[in-house]
């Protein structure tokens, strides 16, 4: 039994799967996949989280962006090497499948369920939140018992969040007819929000007061750190980028530049936003702010710009969803494929080349949970799930390293075992900065998928069938 539990697919296997008909469309490249990650990074990472993480940190959340967005970038260039080896879909689960065996790599497969599902719907409750006050601005109004899932308001009854519903039935639909029409529509949703948050740069540089600045820690290190676990929700979605991998026209070039251009292009404009944010306002006054960009705006005099910001964070946020939802279909798409998950969900539609079943059950569920339960308390969720998969794909770069030394490299990450021994620290020390009830439900989840997992997984698993002929 132990054997079997750690049995691997070979790289030949996991390339040979990606031909004949449960093949996906080669569309993207290098520019594609950056927009993709940028695309799945900045929303609220910049138009939310930053006045959470100016009450947790003060000024010093600049260097909580710094300190999260290092963690990522270790953890990048472990994914670069992978994705360019393995150009295949399903992430760091399928890395897991070819270097530590199928019990982790189902393991990591679940992780990734709970981190992308949880995420979308998450975001498309902050998107109904920023879509009504725009709708309210222009004079058109939704009823306030649709505009929030039950219990989401204290002082209201409320039914069902109806705009997250709607917004991501839309992008279920736009990702069921291809990954060449949601790029296109992703890439200028893109490319408008990141001129939105130049224009907010520009407009509010010059209203910054340094004194504001001071202290730059107030609450020490601890604080610094405690912003950095909070924030690292800000960069989740470029390991989305190498989901994306058998729908590249070049992996090995691509992936490793779409990976790490996206982070580093985010990282910078998270540092300088925040900057600019704390340097205007003092820290303390983003407590209880669920818009704190239009709150810099105000108080820098300059209200003309927040109906810009409201469009820019309602097409940021569109963007995390897509591509959430994206990466969440690709997992599921590469289990079923392998025989964990019931086959039924890698089944490519003739005409547009997705997996269209798949696309349609998690668009839908991510649509009901985004309607129906309110999700802030399970952000963290997503976190540790995501740093989770991080220690992971880092632990498996420096096994294939030892176990598959002549395997060809398009992109080799450097300083291998030191650059991904400092992403599994990075990432555990984040990990120790989530709360206590993040840990028991992250393992009530992991219990769900070992039941899974010994009661259907372990018996269809194609390797499983292989095996027993």
């Not at 090995?252 to 580093?264: E, M, Q, T």
Request: glycine content about 10%.
């Amino acid at each position: 039994m132990g054997n079997s539990l750690f049995r691997k697919k070979s790289i030949d296997q996991l390339i040979a799967a990606t031909r004949g008909e449960k093949a996906l469309k080669r569309e993207l490249g290098a520019f594609d996949l950056t927009m993709l990650g940028i695309g799945a990074i900045i929303g609220t990472g910049i138009f939310v989280l930053t006045g959470t993480g100016a009450v947790t940190a003060g000024p010093g959340l600049v260097l909580s962006f710094v300190i999260a967005g290092l963690a990522c970038l270790f953890a990048a260039l472990a994914y670069a090497e992978f994705a360019s080896t393995v150009p295949v879909s399903g992430s760091v689960y399928t890395f897991t499948y070819a270097t530590m065996g199928e019990l982790l790599a189902f393991i990591i497969g679940w992780d990734l369920i709970l981190e992308y599902m949880l995420a979308a719907s998450a975001v498309s409750a902050g998107w109904s939140g920023y879509f009504v006050s725009f709708l309210n601005g222009i004079g058109l109004h939704i009823p306030l018992e649709f505009t929030a899932a039950p219990g989401a308001l204290k002082d209201q009854m409320t039914y069902f969040n109806l705009p997250a519903f709607l917004i991501l039935m839309g992008i279920t639909f736009l990702l069921y007819f291809g990954i060449k029409e949601s790029k296109r529509i992703n890439n200028i949703m893109v490319i408008v929000k990141i001129v939105v948050i130049l224009l907010f740069i520009i407009v509010a540089f010059k209203y910054v007061k340094p004194d504001n600045w001071t202290p730059f820690i107030p609450f020490g290190f601890s604080g610094v750190f405690g912003a950095a676990a909070l924030v690292f929700f800000a960069f989740i979605g470029f390991d989305a980028v190498s989901s994306a991998a058998e729908e590249t026209k070049n992996p090995a070039r691509d992936l490793p530049r779409g990976i790490i251009f996206s982070l580093v292009v985010c990282t910078f404009l998270y540092v300088v936003v925040s900057a600019i944010m704390t340097g205007i306002v003092p820290f303390m006054q983003f407590e209880g702010i669920s818009h704190p960009v239009s709150l810099v705006l105000q108080v820098a005099g300059q209200n003309w710009v927040a109906g810009i910001i409201d469009i820019g964070a309602i097409l940021g946020m569109t963007t995390v969803m897509l591509v959430m939802l994206y990466g969440q279909t690709r997992i599921m798409f590469a289990m079923s494929r392998d025989g964990l998950v019931p086959k039924v969900l890698s089944k490519v539609h003739s005409k547009y080349k997705t997996p269209y079943i798949n696309t349609l059950f998690f668009g839908t569920l991510s649509a009901l949970m985004g309607g129906l339960i309110p999700l802030d308390e399970l952000a963290s969720l997503v976190n540790i799930g995501t740093l989770s998969a991080f220690i992971l794909i880092s632990i498996a770069v420096i096994v294939m390293r030892k176990t598959q030394p002549d395997l060809p490299r398009a992109f080799r990450c450097p300083g291998v075992p030191y650059i991904p021994i400092l992403a599994i620290v990075s990432c555990g020390v984040l990990i120790l900065n989530l709360n206590g009830q993040t840990f028991i439900r992250f393992m009530i989840w992991l219990v769900i998928g070992m039941a899974v997992y010994f009661l259907y997984s372990r018996k269809n698993s194609l390797l499983n069938r292989d095996t027993e002929k």
